[in-house]
C-alpha cells in the first residue's frame, strides 16, 4: 500500500523560506515522477512542480525562480524548497504519485506577517 506523508508546512513571514518534505512508502519510489500540488481556500488545485525519475523538473509559471522541487531516492523523499515566499502561496500542498494517482494528506503553508 502506497503511503505519502508530507511534513515542513507552518507560518513564515513574506520573503522566507520553507522546506517541505514528502516521505513514501510501499512504493519502488525510484521509478516514478513525483509532484507538488496545492490547494488554497475556495481554490482549485494547482499543479507547483513535477520531477521525473531523471530528475528533470517542471514548474507552474507562479513559482519559478522561487521554488526547487528535489528527490532524494534512497531516502524515499520528495522535497520542496519554498524561498520567497509570498502571502498569495498560502495553501495546503501535496505531495502526488500524479501518474498513480496516490496523494499524501496536505500540510499547511501560511505566509503572513
Known amino acids: 500500500q502506497v503511503q505519502l506523508v508530507e511534513s515542513g508546512g507552518g507560518l513564515v513571514q513574506p520573503g522566507g523560506s520553507l522546506r517541505l518534505s514528502c516521505a513514501a512508502s510501499?512504493?519502488?519510489?525510484?521509478?516514478?515522477?513525483m509532484a507538488w500540488y496545492r490547494q488554497a481556500p475556495g481554490e482549485q488545485r494547482e499543479l507547483v512542480a513535477t520531477?521525473?525519475?531523471?530528475?528533470?523538473?517542471n514548474y507552474a509559471d507562479s513559482v519559478k525562480g522561487r521554488f526547487t522541487i528535489s528527490r532524494d531516492n534512497a531516502k524515499n523523499t520528495v522535497y520542496l524548497q519554498m524561498n520567497s515566499l509570498k502571502p498569495e502561496d498560502t495553501a495546503v500542498y501535496y505531495c502526488?504519485?500524479?501518474?498513480?494517482?496516490?496523494w499524501g494528506q496536505g500540510t499547511q503553508v501560511t505566509v503572513s506577517s
Open positions: 502526488a504519485d500524479y501518474i498513480r494517482g496516490y
Open positions: 510501499g512504493t519502488i519510489f525510484s521509478i516514478y515522477a
Open positions: 520531477i521525473t525519475r531523471a530528475g528533470s523538473t
